[in-house]
């Protein structure tokens, strides 16, 4: 059952113009481990996304054993079943009560039996050494990093998927772990489906790999074995992912008169005894023969320090955009528009004036003239904030309708009977008020995803910097302050992440981005404890950078330079503001 992608594209989700993958033909055979590897934002796991079925493709085709993958735009569960995806660290997905909900949650849509379940968890537990930890009704979240890290593989591992696709799986992970994956790997060899793996670690995966495919900025750079392509290493360095070190001490070697490169040894294992093997050919005396105080004519003299700038100054230079991501590489267009370019103070008084105005307003004629110019600040946003606003408000908003609908009804007794009425006025007075809050929110998502975090903590430090006149500590403010703006467009990013988490272990035949009810505590749980987290390691680079102490850090504000275009911003934010405000008059 092959897994084929015909002329497959892929476009950025924030600019339709700017493809991740182009013109990708690929064929990966029964029974073959494939390695893709590339430097960051070459491809690699957008590649592995559309394999899983976690998103279309732009263009193009994919097929699992001759059978599309997506049809009018959704995929097909019964193909993805037999897909399996692991994302990177994947602990931090782990949301349920015990091992045995975690494993229960990812077989759910298999309709295996108990016993079958059953037998599954116990036999991915022991491919990946968790025998002794396993408890089924023991908490996830007591577990070791390691094991948390192995027991997120397991819950994939258990489904038993055709294709197994997995993403950077030793990244951070221990060494004694790292192998029990390795012998799973190994294992796992079968005529059914195969593995692909993206990875950085070429030193630990290229012994097992059957085939190893390059990409660079989203195109096939090369496709061979890895014999190979170490045999002749020139896409490594092109494509800036550098080289294995077998490669490096086997042309270091070879320089020097001990050729082992063509006998494709990879492992260190395997190059260790080709050395030895060919060290016993060329030296062939015996040591009464050898003189006592000399070397044996011909050892090989290496000079580690200088092997790999040799080897490297022998290949051709590799593309100077090779170690950039295909992010820095290409930017989106919309970091050119007005509002990335204005200054963040001009910013700041804009969002100041329309909330003001925003909430000076009683009535539904003035909330309605206030959304105006909220709306049109949305145009010139980049996609992928338009996407994330939407996603943020969609919720809101439901929660502003049913607060409307609980704010109309009204309880009244009509003889030994209650009765259930609605309340127009009530609920029209609710909705004002939500309403309201609703613009607010509108207007501070604008803002953060329009300014960067620096620049913002820039400007408020500027705008706060009179206080320290009268000897106000106004840096933790701003930072604060800052801090809170920050997490907006950070929430709507892990948002997107977990869901596809989601996606993936509950093989929810859903359009990308949407996540099914049932599926909610799996994805709020990780969100919230990842948020936490982040939290967490800002606190901790606060107190290392000695925030509060020191006010060096935020007031660099001899670069803010206003232009005119920042003039007539804040002009006509001004404007603005008095217009709302003599509406409300």
Same mark, same amino acid.
């Given at each position: 059952m092959p897994l084929t992608l015909n002329n497959v594209s892929a476009a950025a989700p924030d600019d339709p113009n700017r493809r991740l993958l182009s013109n990708v033909n690929?064929?990966?055979?029964?029974?073959?481990?494939?390695?893709?590897?590339?430097?960051?934002?070459?491809?690699?796991?957008?590649?592995?996304? =559309?394999?899983?079925?976690?998103?279309?493709?732009? #263009?193009? %085709?994919?097929? /699992?054993? &001759? *059978? @599309?993958?997506?049809?009018?735009?959704?995929?097909?569960?019964?193909?993805?079943?037999?897909?399996?995806?692991?994302?990177?660290?994947p602990e931090q997905?782990?949301?349920?009560?015990?091992?045995?909900?975690e494993f229960g949650y990812s077989l759910r849509p298999y309709g295996l039996t108990a016993q079958e379940k059953e037998r599954r968890i116990r036999s991915a537990c022991e491919d990946l050494g968790l025998g002794a930890a396993f408890n089924p009704d023991r908490s996830p979240f007591a577990l070791s990093g390691g094991q948390r890290r192995r =027991?997120?593989?397991?819950?994939?591992?258990?489904? #038993?998927? %055709?294709?197994? /696709?997995? &993403? *950077? @799986?030793?990244?951070?992970?221990?060494?004694?772990?790292?192998k029990e994956l390795l012998r799973y790997i190994q294992a796992r060899r079968t005529a059914k489906g195969g593995m692909i793996i993206a990875t950085h670690d070429?030193?630990?995966?290229?012994?097992l790999a059957d085939r190893v495919i390059v990409l660079d900025h989203g195109t096939i750079a090369a496709d061979g074995t890895p014999a190979a392509l170490c045999a002749n290493p020139e896409p490594f360095v092109q494509a800036g992912v550098g080289l294995p070190s077998c490669v490096l001490l086997s042309h270091a070697l070879a320089r020097n008169g001990t050729a082992v490169m063509d006998e494709g040894k990879l492992s260190p294992e395997d190059l260790a005894d080709a050395i030895a093997e060919r060290l016993k050919e060329r030296h062939c005396v015996t040591v009464k023969s050898a003189p006592p105080a000399e070397q044996p004519e011909g050892k090989p003299k290496i000079e580690s320090q200088s092997d790999e700038s040799a080897l490297l100054a022998s290949l051709p230079p590799q593309s100077q955009a090779a170690g950039l991501s295909q992010e820095s590489a290409h930017p989106p267009a919309a970091a050119n528009s007005l509002w990335y370019r204005l200054d963040p103070r001009t910013k700041w008084l804009?969002?100041?004036?329309?909330?003001?105005?925003?909430?000076?307003?009683?009535?539904?004629?003035?909330?309605?003239?206030?959304?105006?110019?909220?709306?049109?600040?949305?145009?010139g946003l980049s996609r992928s904030a338009l996407l994330g606003a939407a996603k943020l408000l969609k919720p809101l908003a439901w929660f502003m309708l049913i607060s409307v609908g609980l704010a109309g009804l009204e309880w009244t007794a009509s003889g030994s009977f209650p009765f259930v009425g609605f309340s127009p006025e009530h609920a029209l007075?609710?909705?004002?008020?939500?309403?309201?809050l609703f613009l607010i929110t509108l207007a501070s998502?604008?803002?953060?995803?329009?300014?960067?975090?620096?620049?913002?903590?820039?400007?408020?430090?500027?705008?706060?910097?009179?206080?320290?006149?009268?000897?106000?500590?106004?840096?933790?403010?701003?930072?604060?302050v800052s801090l809170m703006f920050k997490f907006i467009p950070m929430i709507v990013r892990e948002w997107q992440r977990f869901s596809d988490i989601v996606r993936a272990r509950g093989k929810a035949a859903v359009r990308p981005g949407a996540v099914r009810g049932r599926d909610m505590p799996a994805l709020v749980v990780p969100l919230l404890l990842a948020l936490f987290h982040r939290a967490e390691e800002m606190t901790a680079a606060l107190e290392m950078k000695k925030i509060g102490r020191q006010t060096a850090l935020l007031s660099h504000t001899e670069s803010l330079r206003l232009s005119r275009a920042d003039g007539i911003a804040i002009v006509s934010g001004l404007l603005l503001l008095?217009?709302?405000a003599a509406l409300r008059g």
């Amino acid at each position: 059952m092959p897994l084929t992608l015909n002329n497959v594209s892929a476009a950025a989700p924030d600019d339709p113009n700017r493809r991740l993958l182009s013109n990708v033909n690929l064929t990966f055979e029964d029974g073959t481990i494939t390695l893709l590897i590339g430097h960051t934002g070459s491809g690699k796991s957008t590649l592995l996304h =559309l394999l899983a079925g976690m998103r279309p493709p732009s #263009s193009g %085709d994919i097929r /699992l054993d &001759d *059978e @599309p993958l997506w049809r009018r735009k959704r995929v097909i569960q019964p193909l993805l079943l037999r897909l399996g995806l692991t994302f990177q660290f994947p602990e931090q997905q782990l949301f349920a009560r015990s091992l045995r909900q975690e494993f229960g949650y990812s077989l759910r849509p298999y309709g295996l039996t108990a016993q079958e379940k059953e037998r599954r968890i116990r036999s991915a537990c022991e491919d990946l050494g968790l025998g002794a930890a396993f408890n089924p009704d023991r908490s996830p979240f007591a577990l070791s990093g390691g094991q948390r890290r192995r =027991l997120a593989l397991a819950t994939t591992i258990a489904t #038993s998927p %055709d294709w197994l /696709l997995m &993403d *950077e @799986p030793t990244a951070g992970l221990e060494s004694a772990a790292a192998k029990e994956l390795l012998r799973y790997i190994q294992a796992r060899r079968t005529a059914k489906g195969g593995m692909i793996i993206a990875t950085h670690d070429l030193d630990l995966f290229l012994p097992l790999a059957d085939r190893v495919i390059v990409l660079d900025h989203g195109t096939i750079a090369a496709d061979g074995t890895p014999a190979a392509l170490c045999a002749n290493p020139e896409p490594f360095v092109q494509a800036g992912v550098g080289l294995p070190s077998c490669v490096l001490l086997s042309h270091a070697l070879a320089r020097n008169g001990t050729a082992v490169m063509d006998e494709g040894k990879l492992s260190p294992e395997d190059l260790a005894d080709a050395i030895a093997e060919r060290l016993k050919e060329r030296h062939c005396v015996t040591v009464k023969s050898a003189p006592p105080a000399e070397q044996p004519e011909g050892k090989p003299k290496i000079e580690s320090q200088s092997d790999e700038s040799a080897l490297l100054a022998s290949l051709p230079p590799q593309s100077q955009a090779a170690g950039l991501s295909q992010e820095s590489a290409h930017p989106p267009a919309a970091a050119n528009s007005l509002w990335y370019r204005l200054d963040p103070r001009t910013k700041w008084l804009l969002y100041l004036f329309i909330v003001i105005g925003t909430m000076l307003q009683s009535s539904w004629l003035g909330l309605a003239c206030a959304a105006l110019p909220i709306a049109a600040a949305y145009i010139g946003l980049s996609r992928s904030a338009l996407l994330g606003a939407a996603k943020l408000l969609k919720p809101l908003a439901w929660f502003m309708l049913i607060s409307v609908g609980l704010a109309g009804l009204e309880w009244t007794a009509s003889g030994s009977f209650p009765f259930v009425g609605f309340s127009p006025e009530h609920a029209l007075a609710t909705g004002l008020n939500v309403f309201r809050l609703f613009l607010i929110t509108l207007a501070s998502y604008w803002f953060a995803a329009a300014t960067p975090y620096g620049r913002m903590v820039q400007g408020l430090a500027w705008g706060l910097g009179y206080a320290k006149r009268l000897r106000l500590r106004t840096d933790s403010f701003a930072l604060a302050v800052s801090l809170m703006f920050k997490f907006i467009p950070m929430i709507v990013r892990e948002w997107q992440r977990f869901s596809d988490i989601v996606r993936a272990r509950g093989k929810a035949a859903v359009r990308p981005g949407a996540v099914r009810g049932r599926d909610m505590p799996a994805l709020v749980v990780p969100l919230l404890l990842a948020l936490f987290h982040r939290a967490e390691e800002m606190t901790a680079a606060l107190e290392m950078k000695k925030i509060g102490r020191q006010t060096a850090l935020l007031s660099h504000t001899e670069s803010l330079r206003l232009s005119r275009a920042d003039g007539i911003a804040i002009v006509s934010g001004l404007l603005l503001l008095g217009g709302l405000a003599a509406l409300r008059g």
